[in-house]
């Protein structure tokens, strides 16, 4: 029976320390083991959770990302993106042009990454029955991304 004794200490030593790890309060051992395995899932479902938020948050520097600041005449309108974007452009000159928005200048480069910065102005800027604001802009534009989204079969 000697023998038996320090495996068994040995054990119960193991027993307290995964215990104390996953913060068990349990006092017998099956409870303890249920405790050590419940700790395991909820380990496994912070994993996940925090692999779909890395997903995502990487996604989002690749989706195009949409400011539009109002200027006295027009809106000053920039779109960038961390990667190419072959028929973006045209995506958006169109949403320009659904606004009934003139593009009065404009920069863009698409070779590796893509940015677009352009300076529209409205025809009928003081009629107010067509007025429209920066926030218009950007979700007519956020909108034509999507749509090019979509149509590419990009995520």
Request: glycine content about 6%; proline content about 1%.
């Amino acid at each position: 029976m000697d023998s038996r004794e320090p495996k068994r200490d040995s054990l119960h030593d193991k027993l307290q320390l995964l215990r104390s790890i996953t913060n068990s309060h349990a006092i017998n051992d099956t409870s303890i083991v249920v405790d050590a395995s419940n700790y395991i899932t909820e380990l496994k479902q912070k994993v996940e959770r925090l692999n779909k938020d890395v997903a995502s948050s990487s996604n989002q520097h690749l989706w195009p990302q949409v400011t539009v600041e109002t200027l006295e005449k027009g809106f000053l309108v920039n779109v960038c993106s961390a990667k190419s974007c072959s028929g973006l452009l045209v995506s958006i000159l169109e949403a320009f042009e659904e606004l009934g928005l003139n593009v009065l200048e404009a920069r863009v480069s698409c070779k590796d990454s893509f940015h677009l910065q352009a300076f529209g102005g409205g025809e009928n800027e003081e009629d107010e029955e067509n007025y429209i604001n920066a926030q218009m802009v950007k979700q007519a534009i956020s909108d034509a991304i999507k749509n090019w989204n979509g149509s590419n079969g990009q995520d």
